[in-house]
Structures are given as C-alpha cells and as structure tokens.
C-alpha cells in the first residue's frame, strides 16, 4: 500500500503561446482516445457469437483481457527497464476498462465513434490520470491538479494531456509577468512534518523571481536563455536579502527590549486615550 499524494498549481502562458499549448493537449487526448476506439473494435472483432449476446460470457471476456493488459504492464514494471512500457499504456487500460464495461442491464454491444470523448477546438478541461488539467483563455492560465491518491503524480504527469503539456512548457518563450509555481504534498510530509505543503516545480518569470532554486531553465521573449547558473545566483541573491531583513528584524526587536518602559516605571504612559484623566473641565 502506497501514501496518498498530490501536486497542483496554475501557469500564467504569455498570449503568444497559449493555443498551441493547448492545441497540443487536445491532438494528444484525440490521438489517445482514437487509439481507445481501435482497441474496443479489436475486442469486439474477437468475440464469439456466444460473448457478444451474452452478457455473462461478454463480461468474463472483457474481464479475461483488461486483466491480461494490467499483468503485463506490472510485469514490465517489475523488469527494472529490460522491457518498455508503451507510452499511456496504464491510462489506455484503464479508459478500455471503462468503454466496454457493461452496466446493469446493458447488453453486449459494439463501442461507437460517438461513445468516445473524443476532445474538440472548444474543449478547455482534458483528463491527466486521476486529476485534470484546465485552460482558460480569459486569463491565459493552465492549471494542473493531479487529485489525490495513491501515485497520482505520475499517472497525471505522464498522461497523453500531461505529457504534451510539460513538454511544451519547455519550449515556451515566456515575457514579463508570465509563468507560475505547482505545490505538492502527501501523506508522510503531512504527518511528520509541519511546513504543509512544497515547492515542486517553477517556471518562466514568476518561478524565477519566486522560487529560483525550483525554477526550469527557460526562454525568454528575447530569445535569452536562463541558465540554471543564473538561477542559482537568483536564488543566492533571495536568500542574502531574506538574512539582511532577519538581521535587522532581530537588531530591532533587542533594541525595542532595550529601551522599552514598564508602565510601573511611568505610570499612565501607556493609558488609553478614552480613560486618561481630562486636562481641562467644562
């Protein structure tokens, strides 16, 4: 049994950029769920009589094949790489288990083009394993929420919509007041420690000037690269300011401990307005 995890966070993508990085999440979702479509059809090709008019047989068949898909990704798993696993081929299972299941009182029956999610110019919500991830073009924003379970982080991440996404996010050329910063957390960190949740990943502007140890290397507008070097000395410069504000925060505290009076050494000093005695009567 695993720990249950998470990771979200949004992205602000400069205007320029924003509809191919989604346009690239859609043609990866519609290539996934065409291959979706290819498969049911296969299944279905493979039947007996007795399996597509029988919901009994049907279901042990189904059940036969997701089963068999599942060992085999775990056995390749388990191989230590001496076997490849091919791309979304734990999504692809999982979204077949879901196609051809039948519900209570539903006969067996072919899956049809119409069956399938397929995504379209207009769609702004795309699956990512447990999780979504979500464009709104009003802001330019992409969000990413992986849910939260067991192995979510990577299920969304390697998801055909997740995949498309980071990889775009690597050759964006972000501007100005662009780019953002995912948080995770799971269930050890929430237990044993009391930081809540981490950084864990930044990009363009924004994760520069916020969390540039966490930041990827990226483009900007320029065409300039930033180099995790450059990062590095960002992060060095925050953490050199961040001492310089304690330092003084520190010195100000033990002088105001210095020089503070005690209202028995000045008595009424530090009587409020409303109750201090009147300096003149009517």
């Given amino acids: 049994m695993g720990h249950w995890e998470t990771e979200h966070g949004e992205i602000i993508l400069p205007s320029a950029e924003f509809a191919a990085a989604r346009q690239a999440a859609q043609k990866a979702e519609h290539e996934h769920q065409s291959r979706v479509f290819d498969e049911t059809q296969s299944f279905w090709k493979g039947l007996t009589r007795k399996e597509q008019t029988d919901p009994a047989a049907y279901e042990a068949a189904r059940r ?6 599942r ?25 077949l288990d ?30 990512a394993g447990e999780g979504s991830i979500t464009f709104d073009k009003d802001s330019n924003k992409v969000s990413f929420d992986t849910g ?3 192995d979510v982080i990577a299920k969304a991440r390697n998801s055909p919509a997740g995949t498309a996404l980071f990889a775009k996010l690597q050759t964006v050329k972000w501007t100005r007041g ?6 995770g957390d799971n269930e050890l960190n929430d237990e044993e420690t009391d930081r809540g949740q981490y950084v864990t990943t930044a990009y363009g502007p924004i994760g520069a000037a916020q ?20 990062l590095s000395k960002l992060q060095q410069e925050l953490w050199d300011a961040q001492r310089k504000i304690q330092n003084r925060m520190t010195k100000a505290t033990a002088a105001a401990g210095r020089g503070k009076t005690t209202a028995a050494s000045n008595r009424g ?3 409020s307005y409303q109750h201090a005695e009147p300096t003149f009567r009517l």
Avoid at 76 to 86: E, H, L, N, Y
Avoid at 98 to 109: D, E, F, M, V
Wanted: hydrophobic share 25%; proline share 8%; aromatic share 8%.
């Fill in 178 to 183: 662009t780019g953002g910063i995912f948080h």
């Fill in 71 to 95: 060992h085999a990704i775990d056995s390749a798993r388990r191989s230590w790489g001496s076997r490849s696993i091919t791309p979304h081929a734990e999504q692809l299972v999982d979204d």
């Fill in 98 to 127: 879901t196609r051809l299941t039948l519900y209570r009182g539903q006969p067996p029956a072919r899956v049809l083009k119409s069956d399938i999610p397929f995504p379209t110019n207009r769609t702004t919500e795309f699956p």
């Fill in 64 to 69: 036969k094949m997701i089963d068999a898909r």
């Fill in 269 to 271: 000093s530090f009587a």
């Fill in 211 to 230: 969390e540039p140890s966490h930041c990827q290397e990226y483009t900007d507008s320029k065409g300039n690269r930033v180099t995790r070097a450059e």
């Fill in 148 to 150: 939260q379970y067991r």
